[in-house]
């Protein structure tokens, strides 16, 4: 079976073999009633031999106190059975609540790109005197600038500028829109009055399709609004998200908003169409919870559920909208219940709801190791059992000598000896059944731990990829800036204009150390941050050259000393009306914003995650002191490595050092952005990962089973 139909089945699988215990509840049931039949049988028999002997009696009543004894046994296994069950559904649903929480911060990290890259937009010169004077040419530049922006990004459906009446005096791609007046749109009047706004998804009747608009105030150099600029973001790459998935087909994500309208889905008919509040789940995200349940779908399936309400990325708030993932199970009997474990406020911080079950262990490895710790029960309680069916062989004995005594009068009792021996051999069948159904069940929760690394480290990889896609996009679109064209015509350093410019760029994006303008020599003539770099000379770098001959370029991750701090170095050439090549922009990418993903990857409390380049140098860490000093090349899945790879593997441990499961997934690149081949590599020790064991009767007899956890 391929990693992807694992991870796609896992749910089921679990609860199939937690349900393997329930069967077997079925057998000690049977032996129950055959122990407490022949316990009657056995007192008939016993007073009938009362006048001969007292030993029957005694024999008989062992027999009927073993036959409780068993009924006791049964109903503590019974109990713990359930409570496993329990608990498995409970680790389905909380698994769903990590995979949202994945979902809506991939979306976050995306659309708090889009509010940067609206409020950047706005401040080309093209844009402004388009609105400053709306002659012909002025518009046609606008408009060409914003096709071209809108081509860089690949993500928008289209990009409006409007003067303050509201008419639409420049398009990216519907020029015959140019002339339509938007005044009553809300979003219009909103930004007109200063703000950026960001709108709920919804259906434009303008671009014929679903989207989010971003729109930012356009400023005049005496810091007045003169226009706003709206930019429409393409919903297809929200739904993009969420087909990436690779959801099984039991499984269907959605994006809600806060008044619980389907806002994203794989399924076509629910978008803008269906609400959640149908769904426990779906009420308790629109008061901004996290959490997780249990629930029946309007069809009456059985539902596991995990939802989790945005908490927006760095500048960018949310727009109050939740990610909810829900599973069909295989059962119809589920302990209905939601459970919220944190609440979001409003200024970004969260509140855990039960703040007495804090830890650092996260919620699906808590629910892991409850599983665990009741397997542990059930383990004493065979051992229990174990024991007592011991007693019963023993009585069976007492019974069969006691009859040969007795003679022709001893023949009920023999009768009965022999169904007790009976007895006792099908209760070590049943323990031998028990074995086999926590065995499995050993093994599912084991390779759940795999499959989730596994599911880590694609994620995470995702994660970093369609980052530095934006980084790539946007080196392209600040190298059209028109001012940035004028100090490299004129030869000549940035004035203050220029470097304010590069400033209010940096400040927007917020992601980068610095930002250069160089001029054909190699000379940096603009600094957005450290002016002590002016008249610097880079002629002789890689990013350099390759930008000079006509390349966008991205660097590996490498140690910048003047920063002192590890960088990605994004460089585009600057080009004139001429199509000549003037100069070099470069923006110095600030990494930290790559720890940020990899910090919030968290299988458990034990599991590491680590970003890898192609010379198997840890390039990003939780952990600064191990990027670029600590190296992945002896592992043999690194040595061999294909692009577009991923898989579950062993580290083989050097001496007096633990073995580590890994779960590893190289970058993919994202739409333009090809990636540079590297590798996210989630693990954690082996040894805290429960080992399946297959473990006899007679072991289980001689010792109580001991995990390390």
């Known amino acids: 079976?391929?990693?992807?139909?694992?991870?796609?089945?896992?749910?089921?699988?679990?609860?199939?073999?937690?349900?393997?215990?329930?069967?077997?509840?079925?057998?000690?049931?049977?032996?129950?009633?055959?122990?407490?039949?022949?316990?009657?049988?056995?007192?008939?028999?016993?007073?009938?031999?009362?006048?001969?002997?007292?030993?029957?009696s005694i024999v008989a009543q062992q027999i009927s106190n073993q036959a409780q004894k068993n009924n006791s046994l049964s109903e503590k296994l019974t109990s713990i059975v359930k409570k496993i069950q329990?608990?498995?559904?409970?680790a389905v649903a909380i698994r769903n609540l990590e995979l949202a929480a994945d979902l809506i911060d991939k979306l976050d990290r995306n659309l708090f790109e889009r509010n940067c890259d609206v409020q950047a937009w706005a401040t080309f010169d093209s844009i402004k005197n388009a609105i400053l004077s709306s002659t012909s040419e002025n518009i046609s530049a606008a408009c060409d600038q914003l096709e071209k922006l809108v081509?860089?990004?690949?993500?928008?459906?289209?990009?409006?500028?409007?003067?303050?009446?509201?008419?639409?005096?420049?398009?990216?791609?519907?020029?015959?829109?140019?002339?339509?007046?938007?005044?009553?749109?809300?979003?219009?009047?909103?930004?007109?009055?200063?703000?950026?706004?960001?709108?709920?998804?919804?259906?434009?009747?303008?671009?014929k399709n679903n989207t989010v608009a971003y729109c930012s105030p356009v400023m005049s150099a005496d810091n007045e609004i003169i226009g706003v600029l709206a930019n429409f973001f393409n919903w297809d790459f929200a739904l993009e998200m969420?087909?990436?998935?690779?959801?099984?087909?039991?499984?269907?994500?959605?994006?809600?908003?806060?008044?619980?309208?389907?806002?994203?889905?794989?399924?076509?008919?629910?978008?803008?169409?269906?609400?959640?509040?149908?769904?426990?789940?779906?009420?308790?995200?629109?008061?901004?919870?996290?959490?997780?349940?249990?629930?029946?779908?309007?069809?009456?399936?059985?539902?596991?559920?995990?939802?989790?309400?945005?908490?927006?990325?760095?500048?960018?708030?949310?727009?109050?909208?939740?990610?909810?993932?829900?599973?069909?199970?295989?059962?119809?009997?589920?302990?209905?219940?939601?459970?919220?474990?944190?609440?979001?406020?409003?200024?970004?911080?969260?509140?855990?709801?039960?703040?007495?079950?804090?830890?650092?262990?996260?919620?699906?490895?808590?629910?892991?190791?409850?599983?665990?710790?009741?397997?542990?029960?059930i383990d004493e309680l065979v051992y229990e059992i174990n024991a007592n069916n011991r007693e019963v062989k023993l009585l069976a004995v007492n019974a069969s000598i006691q009859a040969g005594i007795a003679g022709s009068d001893g023949e009920g009792f023999s009768i009965i000896a022999n169904e007790v021996a009976l007895l006792a051999k099908k209760s070590l069948n049943f323990v031998e059944t028990i074995n086999i159904?926590?065995?499995?069940?050993?093994?599912?929760?084991?390779?759940?731990?795999?499959?989730?690394?596994?599911?880590?480290?694609?994620?995470?990889?995702?994660?970093?990829?369609?980052?530095?896609?934006?980084?790539?996009?946007?080196?392209?679109?600040?190298?059209?800036?028109?001012?940035?064209?004028?100090?490299?015509?004129?030869?000549r350093?940035?004035?203050?204009?220029?470097?304010?410019?590069?400033?209010?760029?940096?400040?927007?994006?917020?992601?980068?150390?610095?930002?250069?303008?160089?001029?054909?020599?190699?000379?940096?003539?603009?600094?957005?941050?450290?002016?002590?770099m002016m008249n610097q000379n880079y002629e002789n770098t890689e990013w350099f050259r390759e930008a000079l001959n006509g390349q966008i370029y991205y660097s590996d991750i490498e140690y910048a000393e003047h920063l002192k701090n590890p960088v990605i170095k994004f460089s585009s050439p600057i080009i004139?009306?001429?199509?000549?090549?003037?100069?070099?922009?470069?923006?110095?990418?600030?990494?930290?914003?790559?720890?940020?993903?990899?910090k919030a990857t968290i299988v458990d409390s034990k599991s590491e995650t680590y970003l890898i380049n192609r010379r198997s140098q840890i390039i990003a860490s939780k952990t600064p002191e191990e990027i670029l000093k600590k190296s992945f090349k002896t592992e043999s899945f690194i040595q061999n490595f294909s692009p577009n790879n991923s898989g579950i593997t062993n580290k083989t441990p050097a001496k007096n050092e633990p073995a580590f499961i890994m779960g590893y997934s190289s970058s993919k690149g994202y739409n333009s952005y090809k990636g540079q081949n590297w590798v996210v590599v989630t693990q954690r020790p082996k040894n805290a990962s429960q080992e399946a064991q297959s473990i006899t009767p007679e072991q289980k007899f001689k010792q109580k089973i001991k995990w390390i956890v």
Not at 1 to 28: D, F, V
């Open 1 to 56: 079976m391929s990693e992807i139909n694992k991870e796609n089945q896992q749910a089921n699988i679990l609860i199939e073999a937690s349900g393997g215990l329930e069967k077997s509840l079925q057998i000690l049931e049977e032996i129950n009633q055959k122990a407490n039949f022949i316990a009657l049988c056995a007192a008939i028999e016993g007073a009938k031999m009362k006048n001969r002997t007292g030993t029957f």
């Open 86 to 90: 329990s608990q498995a559904l409970d």
């Open 151 to 207: 081509m860089i990004y690949m993500v928008y459906s289209e990009s409006l500028l409007l003067d303050k009446s509201g008419k639409i005096i420049a398009s990216a791609k519907s020029r015959s829109l140019i002339g339509q007046n938007l005044i009553h749109e809300d979003w219009f009047l909103t930004t007109r009055d200063g703000q950026v706004t960001v709108t709920d998804a919804h259906f434009n009747h303008l671009i």
């Open 242 to 377: 969420i087909t990436s998935g690779q959801y099984s087909e039991l499984t269907n994500a959605v994006i809600i908003n806060n008044r619980s309208k389907v806002i994203a889905s794989a399924h076509e008919s629910q978008i803008m169409q269906d609400h959640y509040d149908w769904l426990k789940a779906g009420r308790l995200s629109c008061k901004q919870h996290v959490g997780y349940s249990l629930e029946k779908a309007r069809n009456g399936e059985s539902l596991a559920v995990g939802f989790c309400y945005t908490k927006g990325y760095n500048a960018y708030r949310g727009k109050g909208w939740s990610a909810i993932i829900s599973e069909s199970i295989n059962t119809t009997s589920i302990p209905i219940h939601a459970k919220p474990l944190s609440r979001r406020n409003n200024d970004g911080t969260t509140t855990l709801v039960y703040p007495e079950e804090a830890s650092s262990q996260i919620d699906s490895e808590k629910s892991g190791l409850a599983l665990i710790n009741t397997m542990k029960e």
């Open 437 to 491: 159904a926590t065995d499995n069940l050993r093994k599912v929760v084991d390779e759940s731990i795999s499959i989730r690394l596994l599911d880590a480290a694609k994620d995470t990889s995702s994660k970093v990829d369609r980052n530095l896609f934006e980084r790539y996009c946007d080196i392209q679109a600040w190298s059209t800036f028109n001012k940035f064209k004028e100090i490299l015509e004129q030869q």
């Open 493 to 532: 350093f940035a004035d203050k204009e220029a470097i304010e410019l590069l400033q209010k760029i940096h400040k927007i994006y917020e992601v980068y150390h610095d930002l250069y303008i160089l001029n054909v020599n190699g000379d940096v003539v603009a600094s957005a941050i450290d002016q002590s």
């Open 576 to 598: 004139n009306e001429n199509n000549e090549i003037i100069g070099v922009i470069v923006s110095w990418f600030n990494c930290n914003f790559l720890n940020d993903i990899i």
